[in-house]
């Protein structure tokens, strides 16, 4: 059974830092993009970051550009997410998924990844 567990996320304040932890199990994701997405109340899920199979290609949204680190521990199959200088505005649910790795996934069309996460909730206080 494929699965993607999200883990680490929290209520924080404002400035404050998260590091949400995706675990991947059930077949090799070693071909594949990982990718960040997050869905705010009443808004639309959206692209947050994405790392390529090898690590060595990453790509954040504007939004959260020189705040987030997307990293990968392939040996450990897990995909990392540090949230530093947290804003109100990234609360959200973050999730996880997997795809194979392509232009789309790395630019974060949705529809180009295959598993995802039940997601973890983020909360940042003012």
């Known amino acids: 059974q494929v699965q993607l567990v999200e883990s680490g996320g929290g209520l924080v304040q404002a400035g404050g830092s998260l590091r949400l932890s995706c675990a991947a199990s059930?077949?090799?994701?070693?071909?594949?993009?990982m990718g960040w997405f997050r869905q705010a109340p009443g808004k639309e899920r959206e692209f947050v970051a994405a790392?390529?199979?090898?690590?060595?290609?990453?790509l954040y949204a504007d939004s959260v550009k020189g705040r987030f680190t997307v990293s990968r521990d392939n040996a450990k199959t897990t995909v990392y997410l540090q949230m530093n200088s947290l804003k109100p505005e990234d609360t959200a649910v973050y999730y996880c998924?997997?795809?194979?790795?392509?232009?789309?996934?790395?630019?974060?069309?949705?529809?180009?990844?295959?598993?995802w996460g039940q997601g973890t909730q983020v909360t940042v206080s003012s």
């Open positions: 998924a997997a795809g194979f790795d392509s232009l789309a996934t790395m630019t974060g069309v949705s529809d180009k990844y295959d598993y």
């Open positions: 059930g077949r090799s994701f070693s071909n594949d993009a």
């Open positions: 790392i390529s199979w090898s690590g060595g290609n990453t």
